[in-house]
C-alpha cells in the first residue's frame, strides 16, 4: 500500500523556510555558526551599500563586527577559504574536499586540446614558483609581461585567467582578500596535511552537498535544493532518490506549490504553531531565503529582481534594492547606499508591497525605520537620509 504524500500547508512551509536559514529570531550566536548551518557564504564585489557577503552575518546577528569574518580569512591556516561552492563562497577548509568532483570537472575541461591551460603551461609553471619563493599572492603581485589588462574576460590579464584555472581545479586555494582581490596560495600553504589528503567518492560528495542543501532549505523542490551548491537539478536526480530511500528527505506536497517538495527530516514533526518569527532586517539580495527568485515567490508572494544589470531609466525598485523580511513576510524592497564621504546612510527609494493591508504599512513604517538606524549604526554612518522616492516612508 502506498504511504500517503504529507501535505504541508503554504504558511507551514514559510515557517520551516524561514527556521532552516536562521530567520526566526537569535538563532545563532557566531559568523562562524551562521556559515555552518548555511555551508558556503556567498562573496559578491558590489560595495554600494555594502558587500553581499557581510550582509546575511548582519541579518541574523545584529550589530556585529565585519572583523569577526575577516580574521576567519587570514593566516597561514585560515579558517574560511574561497572556492566555488554557491558562486564564488567563503567554506571551511575541511569541507574542500567534497568539491573535488568539480574541480576534476574543470580539469577534464583544461586539458582538452588547445586548452588555455595547455597554451601557457610555462606561466603556471612560473606562478607555481613565484607564489612557492614568495608566499600566497594578489594577481597584482605578479610581475610579469602579461599581467596586463585585455579586452575579454571581465578584463582580466593572461595571468589572473591563469591563476583563476588553476583556483577552480584546485590546484590554488583562495585564501583570503586584500583590498577584495583574491589571495592565491598553494595547498600546502593553506591546508593542514589531514585537509589535502581528505578524499571522498564523486557521488557520495553530491549526496552530502545534497542533504546539507536540503537541511538549509527545509522544505524545497528539487531546483531549490539543488542551487545551494550550485547544482542543476538533473546533475543530482539520482543523489536526492538515494536521500528519499535513506529518509534524509520526504516527498511532500505544498498547497500551492505546481511542482513535487521535498522536506528535511528535521522538519518532519516541526512544531510550526511553536514558531515566532521576530526578525526585522534588510536581506542582500543573495541571501539563501531569496537567491532562488522563484522560490521567493512561492513562500512569499514576493517577485524579486536585483535591478544592478537593468539601464537606470528601466529600472523600477532601484540599483541596489534588498528584500526587507518583518516577522514571518517579504513585506518591501528597499535601496541603500552608504554615503561614507557624508557619513549618511541613504535611502534611494522604499517600496513596500501592494498587497499588504494598508491599516498595516504605518506600524511596518516604524518598525523599518528604527531598524535603519540599527543598519546606520553599523556602517559607522551618522544619521538617514530618505529620498522619499517610493509608496514606503521610512
Known sequence: MKTPTLVISQQEAKLIALDAVGLVGNQDQTVLDVIDRFGTLQIDSVNVFERAHYMPLFSRLGSYDKNDLDSLTQGSKPQLIEYWAHQASYIRPENLYLYQWRMQYYR???????????????????????IRTNGPMTSAQFEHEDNYRQGSW??????????ES??????LIGSGRANFSRIYSLPEQSLSTKHRNKTIDPYEARVKLLAHGAKLMGVGTIKDIANVFFHTPTEVKAELQTLIEKKIVYPVQVQGWDKPAYLHKDYLNFETKNTKPNLVTVLSPFDPLTWERDRAKRLFNFDYKIEIYVPEP????GYYSLPTLYKDQLIARIDLKSDRQNKALLVQSAWHETHLPKANIPTYAKAITKHLKDVQKWQGLERVESKGVGNFEV
Open 314 to 317: 528601466k529600472r523600477i525598485y
Open 166 to 171: 588553476q583556483f577552480r581545479q584546485g590546484h
Open 108 to 130: 577534464d575541461r583544461a586539458a582538452r586540446a588547445k586548452s588555455f591551460d595547455k597554451e601557457n603551461s610555462k606561466l603556471i609553471k612560473w606562478i607555481f614558483e613565484e
Open 154 to 163: 571581465w578584463g582580466w590579464s593572461t595571468v589572473k585567467r591563469a591563476l
